[in-house]
């Protein structure tokens, strides 16, 4: 079955990022594909390259970079609740003089036309949020 | 319908909601700070439920994660871990995630 | 196609989720797919007219409202149940819906192919 999720919660504020996670390991061992993971609302700080947790804590950016590195899983983070929110993509941000490196590892910001075509082509769409 | 929970029913009014329109085919998750409402003494919308043909089912690690015994929870919870959640959405159509 | 339905259940001021959430509703009738929105529980507030969020500094999200009906979204709902909690009549809404009580709604989630709420 092919399941796409969808994450409108900020990292270490709420559970959400971490259920959707374990949601997805689960997903992955029980032979599902995950069409991709959108980032919507204050989702999309679970996207941010510079978050360092102390060491005793899991790392919830890298856990998702290591997701698509290890998995090839399309991680999609909305470009309009992103530049409200000062997460720019590398391209904009050397334009309008914002930050360039702002952006994790595995993450791509687009337009919700990605969540749509998500919601068309799964057979399941998921929201984990707040 | 699955309906997933994820809000403690003392802060949120989701679970009492789904449960006033719920029927025999539905199915309730409760993830996160709802599985609160699982004890048999949180006087949660729950403890009026036994006899119901609601199923009602409660994840495991989140329980886990916050001192919830099964021991300590109302007879007719069922209970999940992520594979079960997984089983869950693959079984069940549509889905509300209420928050 | 398929059927997507949005359930709102926040008010439209004091933060952005609420206009964002409308935002994926009208990429969704975008992309021809038939949406409904249903308003509910504290949602209905974002139905009321004469809504000045200018007042605390924030751009009206009233519009995103009105739009529905240029994005040939038509099927707009209000649980009859949270409106009477509520004390409000459609007559102080700035769209026209269909007022609708809670069960039959329900009947009506059960045919959609994803249900939205946030």
């Not at chain 1, 069409?35 to 679970?46: A, L, M, S, T």
């Not at chain 2, 802060?11 to 309730?28: F, I, M, P, Y």
């Not at chain 2, 916050?66 to 079984?91: K, P, S, T, W």
Request: hydrophobic letters at 45%.
């Amino acid at each position: 079955m092919k399941i796409s999720i969808q994450i409108n919660a900020s990292p270490y504020q709420h559970q959400a990022a971490d259920s959707a996670w374990h949601f997805i390991q689960a997903a992955l061992v029980a032979g599902h594909q995950i069409y991709r993971v959108f980032f919507y609302h204050d989702g999309i700080y679970n996207a941010l390259r510079d978050s360092r947790p102390p060491g005793d804590e899991r790392d919830i950016v890298k856990r998702w970079s290591a997701l698509q590195a290890e998995h090839g899983i399309d991680l999609v983070v909305c470009v309009s609740s992103a530049q409200r929110r000062g997460l720019l993509e590398q391209s904009v941000a050397r334009k309008v003089g914002g930050y360039e490196a702002a952006l994790a590892d595995g993450f791509r910001i687009a337009g919700l036309g990605l969540l749509m075509e998500a919601i068309i082509d799964a057979d399941r769409h998921i929201c984990f949020g707040s | 319908m699955l309906y997933i929970i994820n809000k403690s029913h003392t802060d949120n009014l989701a679970l009492s909601k789904c449960l006033q329109t719920a029927s025999a085919t539905d199915v309730v998750l409760l993830i996160e700070h709802a599985v609160y409402a699982a004890l048999e003494l949180s006087q949660s919308p729950l403890t009026a439920m036994a006899g119901s043909a609601v199923t009602v089912y409660a994840l495991s690690p989140d329980m886990q994660a916050r001192g919830v015994q099964q021991a300590a929870c109302l007879d007719f919870i069922q209970y999940v871990d992520y594979a079960g959640f997984v089983e869950l959405v693959a079984a069940n159509q549509p889905i509300r995630s209420c928050f | 196609m398929k059927n997507i339905f949005f359930i709102i259940d926040k008010p439209l001021h004091g933060n952005i989720q609420t206009q964002e959430f409308i935002d994926i509703a009208l990429m969704a009738a975008a992309f021809d797919q038939r949406v409904l929105m249903l308003f509910e529980g504290d949602g209905v507030y974002a139905l009321l007219q004469q809504q000045t969020p200018e007042a605390i500094g924030l751009k009206n999200s009233s519009p995103l409202l009105k739009a529905l009906s240029v994005y040939d979204i038509n099927d707009v709902f209000v649980e009859a149940e949270s409106m009477r909690e509520r004390g409000l009549s459609s007559e102080q809404f700035v769209i026209e819906v269909n007022v609708c009580p809670r069960a039959e709604l329900k009947q009506q989630q059960e045919t959609a192919d994803q249900l939205f709420s946030f």
